[in-house]
């Protein structure tokens, strides 16, 4: 079953899906903390970039609205949330607009990461809460993931391995009885990575983990400093390597992602598109 058959089977799992709302080069905290030419030719260079659009083939596809840095809103092809939901200038979660009992709530550690994501609502059996909890390790890196959702008979714990580069290498499942590499990463470009700094990537990450496990896209740019160019997906569907090739702007974010997926022998192609707000 392909995994957007299955978004529509689980009411918890549809509001939980968080999509994007990041920024480029600086670090942006999304209020965690406060957000802290002559020539009409001339390339302009910006190190205060967010993303405001992506559009995907077969993946993610959202476009953002800010109120100057901050994120209001999201639309997408997600019926996860289309909201954020700030305490004064903190943001505390996120909900749909059509559905306000069902909401997202974040927990943050004295570093301002990401430590807890609950998924609260309810359905036919009653009121839900599915937390996720996340660790980091010295230099404020995601390393280790416990993703509790409905689909799952228990909650899916997953460790992440980086290079020097803090680029995401491995991604590994972790069972009682065996470890499963659900992710490798082999090559990446030296570009900045849409996502790059943005502490949102760790409200995201959990959705990385849930593709990974269910379906064959890579979404480790939440994360990670670079892009991916070369990787492979194993999971209970198979086998998937991946190999992506981009064109970028003049700030060095990619603009555009061409995707080649080999999946027991037979060849997909996929694509990606990007914008971004610069001041």
Do not use: W
């Not at 997408?76 to 700030?86: I, R």
């Amino acid at each position: 079953m392909k995994k957007e058959h299955l978004f529509t089977m689980y009411k918890p799992l549809l509001f939980s899906i968080l999509i994007f709302s990041v920024g480029c080069n600086k670090v942006v905290d999304l209020n965690i903390i406060p957000f802290d030419g002559e020539d009409d030719q001339a390339v302009v260079i910006s190190n205060d970039c967010k993303i405001k659009t992506l559009e995907s083939s077969d993946g993610l596809t959202f476009a953002v609205e800010y109120d100057d840095d901050k994120p209001l809103t999201i639309k997408g092809n997600l019926p996860s949330f289309d909201k954020f939901l700030y305490n004064g200038n903190l943001l505390t979660g996120a909900q749909l607009s059509v559905d306000p009992s069902s909401q997202i709530i974040f927990t943050f550690d004295g570093k301002g990461n990401l430590s807890r994501i609950n998924f609260k609502g309810s359905d036919a059996r009653g009121p839900f809460d599915y937390p996720t909890t996340m660790t980091y390790d010295a230099k404020n890196r995601l390393t280790a993931l416990s993703l509790s959702l409905p689909i799952f008979n228990q909650p899916a714990d997953v460790e992440l391995e980086y290079n020097a580069d803090d680029n995401i290498t491995k991604v590994v499942r972790k069972t009682d009885f065996f470890d499963e590499t659900l992710l490798v990463n082999h090559t990446f470009d030296d570009k900045k990575s849409p996502f790059l700094d943005q502490r949102l990537g760790q409200i995201l990450s959990y959705f990385m983990v849930y593709t990974l496990i269910q379906g064959d896209n890579n979404y480790t740019n939440f994360l990670n400093k670079n892009n991916v160019t070369s990787s492979t997906i194993t999971n209970d569907n198979g086998k998937t390597e991946l190999s992506t090739e981009y064109t970028y702007d003049q700030n060095d974010y990619p603009t555009q992602a061409d995707i080649v997926k080999v999946f027991q022998g037979r060849i997909r192609q996929a694509s990606g598109s990007y914008t971004y707000k610069c001041n």
